[in-house]
């Protein structure tokens, strides 16, 4: 027997969200952009798609707090327009950003650009959030306060939960200024000339913004600073003296542009899969070198990582990484290929499916995210 084509709802309210719940029988996936529709297990036996793109815009912006609420199908590019003329900024720049990513797709995934060394991810940027579960209830913890006592902090919980406990429909995020200079330095080289220049960064006063090896031949590592504009090019100077031979400034702009389309696996071979990893730092080099990859972005100094392999190799990738005390999610895959989206599966999983009985007994939401472990 053929399923029947999914229904799509749009609602743009979160009372019509609550109600597409309440009305809508059987299992919803739920989207955003789209823009990570391929990431972790493939949505399966769906009934009906809640498309949340058009529960867009700002609920309330308050410069002075350095906090803004919005929608959770706001496009982050948009929402930084807006924050820009207020010399403000969420200060995450997941490479998917551009391609259209919203708010509440970037916390559901867990995504994070290279900035996430000092920043972090959305998790550490998201002081609030309101979610709708399975039976109708309007779930809302933390606010407007940086430092809230949030109690359950469901925020965090849906941080990574890929739609599987319910739809996010309001976000609140603390903010940061936009930096008046930024500059990018590079100098090429292996990884493991890359990491042990990492090393030595890291333990220097120079604090960089991103610290990321892009694969190539032989390879680039880039460090992002971020400063005034008088006091910037002293820092540059020592950077460019720590890291040595062949380092110097380049266009930032074209230069993150590259990292962001190795991260998506652009230019890949049709067979291909892309994986991001995440391992102790000073584990990430050597990991790197034992997989069969043909493109990797690594953040050396926060240990997560996208490889490019091929598709067969996937299995083996999860597996290698899990032995290293690192995990692994699949990003994108040929349309083709039945590969596993996740490694062996965690020592939390009692608890990820006790918390998902609790909050949606009947399995409504994002059937197939996390396959095989849900
Ligand atoms: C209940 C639940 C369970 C989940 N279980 C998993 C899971 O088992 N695996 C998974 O990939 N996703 C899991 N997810 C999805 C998860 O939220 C994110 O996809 C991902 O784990 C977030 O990883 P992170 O590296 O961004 O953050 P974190 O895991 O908090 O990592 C923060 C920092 O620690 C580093 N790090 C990560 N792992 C290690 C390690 N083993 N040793 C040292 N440093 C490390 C990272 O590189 C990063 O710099 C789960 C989600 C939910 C809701």
């Not at 327009?81 to 551009?98: C, N, P, S």
């Not at 299995?315 to 999610?329: K, L, Q």
């Not at 965690?346 to 998902?356: E, I, Q």
């Amino acid at each position: 027997m053929t399923r029947a084509a999914p229904t799509t709802l749009r609602p743009t309210t979160p009372k019509e969200v609550r109600d597409a719940v309440l009305d809508t029988p059987g299992r919803l996936a739920i989207t955003g952009a789209g823009t990570a529709r391929h990431w972790a297990g493939r949505p399966a036996g769906v009934d009906a798609t809640l498309d949340l793109s058009g529960l867009s815009g700002v609920i309330a912006h308050n410069p002075g707090d350095m906090t803004v609420s919005v929608h959770a199908g706001t496009p982050l590019r948009a929402l930084q327009d807006e924050l820009a003329a207020h010399g403000q900024r969420l200060a995450l720049d997941a490479a998917r950003v551009a391609r259209g990513a919203t708010v509440g797709g970037l916390v559901a995934t867990a995504d994070a650009g290279p900035s996430a060394l000092v920043y972090g991810g959305m998790r550490d940027l998201v002081i609030g959030a309101t979610t709708v579960l399975a039976d109708g209830t309007m779930v809302r913890s933390g606010g407007h306060v940086i430092k809230n006592v949030a109690g359950y902090d469901v925020a965090k919980l849906m941080h990574g939960s890929y739609g599987t406990f319910g739809p996010l429909v309001e976000v609140v995020l603390r903010l940061h200024p936009a930096p008046r200079a930024t500059t990018c330095v590079a100098v090429d080289g292996p990884v493991d000339r890359a990491a042990e220049h990492v090393l030595r960064l890291m333990a220097s006063p120079l604090e960089p913004i991103a610290v990321e090896w892009l694969s190539g031949e032989p390879g680039r590592l880039l460090v992002r600073l971020e400063g005034g504009e008088r006091t910037l090019p002293a820092r540059v100077a020592r950077l460019v003296e720590l890291l040595g031979d062949g380092a110097r400034e380049v266009d930032g702009a074209a230069a993150w542009d590259a990292h962001a389309a190795l991260t998506a696996g652009s230019g890949a071979a049709p067979d291909a899969a892309v994986v991001r990893i995440g391992c102790a730092p000073r584990t990430l080099a050597p990991l790197i070198g034992r997989l069969p990859a043909t493109a990797v972005t690594a953040g050396l100094a926060t240990g997560v990582a996208t490889v490019t392999v091929p598709a067969t190799a996937v299995p083996e990738v999860h597996d290698t990484v899990a032995a290293a005390g690192g995990t692994s999610v699949l990003r994108d895959r040929p349309a083709s290929a039945e590969v596993p989206a996740w490694g062996p599966a965690p020592s939390s999983l009692a608890l990820l499916r006790a918390v998902k009985t609790r909050l949606d007994p009947d399995a409504r939401f994002a059937p197939g995210r996390f396959d095989p472990w849900m």
